[in-house]
């Protein structure tokens, strides 16, 4: 890959692609519902999309049926992003186009919504000792049935006035190394790896730049994942700067990785938007160019 490459969208050589793998809906930590995420994603003439809820597929048969009703033009992928544990980071793996019935994925999903509950028990403990009582019911009823995650809670304490920022939630309280923090269970990245390919699945390395790590640690996740069986990594996604996204199509290159895009849109906002700058090279082997066989 020639290092001289740039993601300017009048540049002839880049396509700007009109799909999208990494979303969220209030099946978990999103803003819209199903159907909504999926009307958005239609007025916005995505052909190829994924809804990626935290730990849950329960949004895609709702979806699908949206789609089949409405007689939209859009091609549902099915999707998930699995937390996982790899050396005390939590790593997020996105599963695509997976069987969402396989025995394996619905024995996974059922871990994780366990470890989710309990350590949501436990963080509210840890709140409650720093004043804050009943977090857990209020993040529940925010959660809404759903996967019950961190940006619940972070909701809270926006909504008590206890911060004014989402961000400051994490930083003061329930970020990693925080006083409320609880280390999560979560499964393996060999074991959502492995059971995103036993359902038929392509397996994503999710949001690669926003786990903090340094190069070297970047190569030695994706020489883990690569051992574990995985596919895939995003290279574009609305925040990444050139830098990053030459870094990562340079990694996917270099260990023969395929090549996926998704916004991680969870709701509107000026910063990012569904299918939005996620150009690419026309060149990249990309992971949707398999399913469209
Ligand atoms: P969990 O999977 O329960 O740990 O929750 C993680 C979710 O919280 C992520 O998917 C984001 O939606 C949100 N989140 C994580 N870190 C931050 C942060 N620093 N600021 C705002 N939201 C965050
Ligand atoms: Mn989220
Ligand atoms: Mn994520
Ligand atoms: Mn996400």
Known sequence: MKSTETFKKQDNNYKSIRVDFHSHTTCSDGHLKPHELIDRASNYQ????????????????????????????????????????????????VGLDMDVNHSELTALINAQQQAR???????????????????????????????????????????????????????????????CFVKPLWCSIEQAVSVISAAGGYSVIAHPMKYGLST????????????????????????????????????????????????DFHYPSRWSDLGKNLSLPVHVDVVWQYWNK
């Open 46 to 93: 995505i052909q190829q999309f994924a809804i990626t809820d935290h730990d849950t597929v329960a949004a895609y048969p709702i979806a699908r049926q949206h789609i089949i009703d409405n007689n939209l033009d859009i091609r549902l992928i099915s999707g998930i992003e699995i937390s996982t544990l790899w050396q005390n980071f939590e790593i997020h793996i």
């Open 216 to 263: 070297k640690w970047l190569r030695r996740l994706i020489i883990d994942f690569k051992h574990s069986g995985g596919h895939a990594m995003e290279v574009a996604s609305p925040q990444m700067n050139d830098q990053q996204r030459q870094l990562s199509l340079a990694l996917c290159d270099e260990y023969q990785l395929l090549a996926s895009v998704g916004s």
């Open 117 to 179: 509950e309990e350590r949501a028990v436990l963080m509210a403990q840890k709140l409650q000792k720093a004043g804050f009582q009943d977090c857990y019911e209020q993040a529940k009823q925010y959660a809404q049935g759903g996967t019950i995650t961190r940006a619940h809670f972070a909701r809270v304490l926006l909504d008590r006035g206890v911060v004014n920022t989402l961000q400051k939630a994490f930083d003061k309280y329930i970020g990693k190394g925080q006083r």
